[in-house]
């Protein structure tokens, strides 16, 4: 957890940390400096955010937004969290792209990794995409004018212009097994949509639907940089290895983070 404001030690820090640890929380004081922080002396507020949480409602819900690779983003009920190692993701795709890039946030979510993206590397052509209308109201907030969300099917709502020129395809689809979501966190299971969580009976379907399409959209030399388990990821890479791209294996063993990057290779088409 990043950002917390400094109250530990006073009366009110050391309760509250006592009533989040005994409700469950695994980061009790973090927890209740930020949310002393935001209640910000509002008795009201503090009673309201408290109760919610020690109901078990995710703390990004209760607050409202979530800190993730330095950036504070609004989060709405029911839309995906953005997770701390998906910042590898980020650090991954930025590793490839220059300012001006045409960028796809496939899946986008709240909008967190073309959000990120765009701090790291600076103005990019992006366009950001998800099934979810509540998670695409969500990320035009947090993308504002700085990129264009749509509502659709993967790359279905994209705009024809990116055909065929897309420098980074960056994207969390859901690869959780659809009998493994029973065994997710009940923050998880219980909050957020299904659709963002559930990735078929192997956990790689939107992998599958992902690399089949891919190279349509992507420039030769253009990536898919997507996140992946450790135990999955061999199955997604050849997966894409098979749709024809040239695919491997990126890990942070510290944020215990995995990503499948995929390249689209061969030249340039030249016109006749």
Known sequence: MTGVPQQAGSPAHTALTAR??????VFAED???LILSVADGDPARLRTFVT???AGEPLEYVLGFVDFAGLRLRVADGVFVPRQRTAFLV???????????????????????????LQRVGALDLVAADIDP???EVARENLGDHASVVLGD?????PDRLRGRVDVIAVNAP??????????????????????????????????????????????????????????SDA???????????????????????????????LPSVPA
Request: proline share 4%; charged share 20%.
């Open 134 to 136: 509540d998670a695409v």
């Open 236 to 266: 997604s890479v050849a997966v894409f290895t098979a749709a024809g791209l040239e695919a491997r294996i990126a890990t942070d063993d510290e944020a215990d983070a995995t990503c499948v990057v995929a390249v689209r290779t061969g």
């Open 175 to 232: 690869y959780v097994p659809t009998e493994a979501i029973a065994l997710l966190p009940p923050e998880a299971r219980a909050y957020e949509h299904r659709v963002a969580l559930d990735g078929g009976t192997d956990g790689l379907d939107l992998h599958r639907r992902i690399a089949g399409s891919a190279s349509e959209w992507l420039r030769p030399g253009g990536a898919v940089v997507i996140e992946v388990s450790a135990a999955q």
């Open 52 to 54: 919610r949480r020690v």
């Open 31 to 33: 927890e209740a400096a």
């Open 91 to 117: 650090a991954t795709a930025a590793s490839l792209l220059v300012p001006g890039d045409a960028v796809v946030d496939l899946c986008c979510g709240v909008g967190a990794i073309g959000a990120a993206l």
């Open 154 to 158: 993967l790359f279905e709502p994209l």
């Open 20 to 25: 989040l640890r005994a409700a469950g929380s």
